[in-house]
């Protein structure tokens, strides 16, 4: 008898373990789709807040309850004119404006300036104490409702807004990305685990005021 009883829930648990393992494939799955991502960064373009094959966790769920913010690092699926190939690609940059913004460059400092606000940008890519510069070139762009402003922090490797505003000759709907395109927030870098991190948003966007455009 005691053998038998034994027996009873083994067999039972060899039966349910399909179920077990299709329930927990089946929620690997959704949370994949609809909740979180990982992604690993294949280009030089955000170093070195970001370097090559670093791995981060994607939010796909925050910007269905509030719009992208400025400072935040985003991944989004890049407009057909910025990929390398006709396929779809991901790419991951940091917001500087959003829709009704006014960004130039630059102030007297050499720093760019968000709603007449000059950012302070210690993140952009340095290398033997010689910091890029926060852009290649001057301008002075309103971002459209709707569209966002992204460049990576590596600024002279990056495809960002700026290459696509100059090599456009100003086009903003070229240079910038519809919010619609944005997969999701990164919101930590989990690998390696020698350089884990949170990706906040700096805090110098925070003195920013709302965009009107002028």
């Known amino acids: 008898m005691i053998d038998e009883q034994t027996d009873k829930p083994r067999s039972s648990f060899w039966k349910e373990l399909p179920i077990l393992l299709g329930v927990a494939l ?3 799955i959704l949370v994949r789709t609809f909740v979180l991502q990982t992604f690993y960064i294949p280009s030089p373009s955000m170093e070195h807040t970001l370097n090559v094959y670093d791995r981060v966790l994607v939010n796909k769920l925050v910007y269905n309850f509030r ?3 400025r400072g935040e690092i985003i991944v ?10 006709p396929k779809g690609e991901d790419f991951i940059k940091r917001i500087i404006g959003v829709g009704g ?3 130039m460059c630059c102030d007297a ?3 760019l300036q968000v709603n007449g606000v000059s950012l302070d940008e210690p993140y952009i890519y340095a290398e033997n104490g010689i910091q890029d510069p926060a852009a290649s070139t001057e301008f002075d762009i309103v971002v459209p409702d709707g569209r966002l402003w992204v460049m990576g922090d590596h600024r002279s490797q990056s495809g960002d807004s700026l290459e696509h505003w100059t090599t456009s000759d100003g086009d903003m709907a070229k240079s910038t990305i519809s919010e619609e395109a944005v997969v999701g927030r990164a919101f ?5 685990f020698s350089r884990v991190d949170w990706l906040s948003a700096p805090e110098t966007f925070e003195q920013v005021p709302s965009g009107s455009g002028g």
């Open 101 to 103: 913004d006014r960004v």
């Open 109 to 111: 400092q050499g720093r």
């Open 76 to 85: 989004f699926e890049a407009p057909e004119g910025w990929r390398s190939t």
């Open 67 to 69: 719009d992208p913010a």
């Open 188 to 192: 930590v870098l989990f690998w390696p």
């Open 26 to 28: 089946l929620v690997a």
